[in-house]
């Protein structure tokens, strides 16, 4: 069983900056991509960035120039550093990762509790 925590999450003002972390913890597994999601009030989910085992990123628009994702592989912790916040930034962060047991070839996706980012005018 693969356990994900988040923290880092908070209220800050527009200009303001914020670091999620996501970290995965069990036994027998590997991690493949990991990723940041969110859902803003009356919004869907949407994917924020993710990151491949290898190290490619890519970011929704919106974000893109702000935030940066990266991953500590030996920790099995993923980072999201968001810089510049805006009001808009306001939601629930999910962290998402795909986890492979050593038992099997199949690929899950595992969910963390979600932690609120609130960005103030």
């Known amino acids: 069983q693969v356990n994900l925590v988040e923290s880092g999450g908070g209220s800050v003002q527009a200009g303001g900056s914020l670091r999620l972390s996501c970290a995965a913890s069990?036994?027998?597994?590997?991690?493949?991509?990991m990723g940041w999601y969110r859902q803003a009030p009356g919004k869907q989910r949407e994917l924020v960035a993710a990151i491949t085992s290898g190290g490619s990123t890519n970011y929704v628009d919106s974000v893109k120039g702000r935030f940066t994702i990266s991953r500590d592989n030996a920790k099995n912790t993923v980072y999201l550093q968001m810089n510049s916040l805006k009001p808009e930034d306001t939601a629930v962060y999910y962290c998402?990762?795909?986890?492979?047991?050593?038992?099997?070839?199949?690929?899950?996706?595992?969910w963390g509790q979600g932690t609120q980012v609130t960005v103030s005018s």
């Open positions: 069990g036994s027998d597994f590997s991690i493949d991509a």
């Open positions: 998402s990762v795909e986890v492979r047991y050593y038992s099997g070839s199949n690929v899950y996706r595992s």
